[in-house]
């Protein structure tokens, strides 16, 4: 168990919904980082927050936003969903340099998102 | 353009045999690799990893070799068993200042040891 928490495990919804996925990072990390996985385009960063604030995007689609709240939980948000986005929906934390080995991306469980 | 790259995509080993992974990285920026293990359904768990001031790290039947100048890193595993069958995945990132920076992942191993 890594220690990071993701909700829902499953999620099953239809082309153009919204969905909320929620990370709920390590005890004392302020980093947390978001990536998709799927078959043809392996794992993908999304997004990098640092307690609080945006610190990277990468390839993150215009309908996809997130953010990170005051007690450091992270929500990814997708819209208007198509078939592609049925993916894994993995968040990661990594600790702050005081609060242990700052080195160490540890994932959670995952997001299966499935769109028909 | 896939900053990490690695090979094979399978591989099969039979128990008690070494299994081993290959990642090539072009950006010189990158001063952190990790190798993730992920079994089915699971989210990937990181396994070893290493900074470019260490030829060699070792931890159990886990050894990365890590080549600076020609930008390559390598897992082996020693006495593979049938409990290590999952998909590996290297990684490469860059630390600045006390954040660790997105994980560029290579497209991933998957290992079958036969018993």
């Known amino acids: 168990d890594s220690g990071v928490t993701q909700t829902p495990k499953h999620l099953i919804t239809a082309t153009g919904q919204r969905v909320t996925l929620r990370c709920s990072p390590r005890?004392?990390?302020?980093?947390v980082y978001w990536y998709q996985q799927s078959l043809d385009q392996g794992l993908q960063f999304l997004i990098h927050y640092y307690n609080g604030e945006e610190r990277a995007k990468g390839n993150i689609l215009e309908r996809f936003s997130a953010q990170q709240f005051p007690d450091l939980h992270s929500e990814l948000n997708l819209s208007s969903l198509e078939l592609g986005d049925s993916a894994l929906y993995f968040c990661?934390?990594?600790?702050?340099?005081?609060?242990?080995?700052?080195?160490?991306?540890?994932f959670g469980p995952g997001t299966r998102l499935l769109v028909l | 353009q896939q900053q990490v790259k690695q090979s094979p995509q399978s591989l099969i080993v039979q128990k008690g045999g070494i299994s081993i992974i290959n990642c090539a990285y072009e950006n010189t920026a990158f001063d952190y690799f990790p190798w993730y293990q992920q079994f089915p359904g699971k989210g990937p768990a990181l396994l070893i990893a290493i900074r470019p001031d260490v030829s060699e790290k070792k931890e159990g039947r886990f050894t990365i070799s890590f080549n600076k100048s020609a930008k390559q890193f390598s897992l082996h595993i020693m006495d593979s068993q049938p409990g290590d069958s999952a998909t590996y995945f290297c990684?490469?990132?860059?630390?600045?200042?006390?954040?660790?920076?997105?994980?560029?992942f290579g497209r991933g191993t998957q290992l079958t040891v036969w018993p």
């Open positions: 990661a934390s990594s600790a702050y340099p005081s609060g242990g080995p700052k080195e160490t991306q540890y």
């Open positions: 005890s004392g990390d302020l980093s």
């Open positions: 990684a490469a990132s860059s630390i600045r200042g006390s954040t660790l920076g997105r994980l560029y």
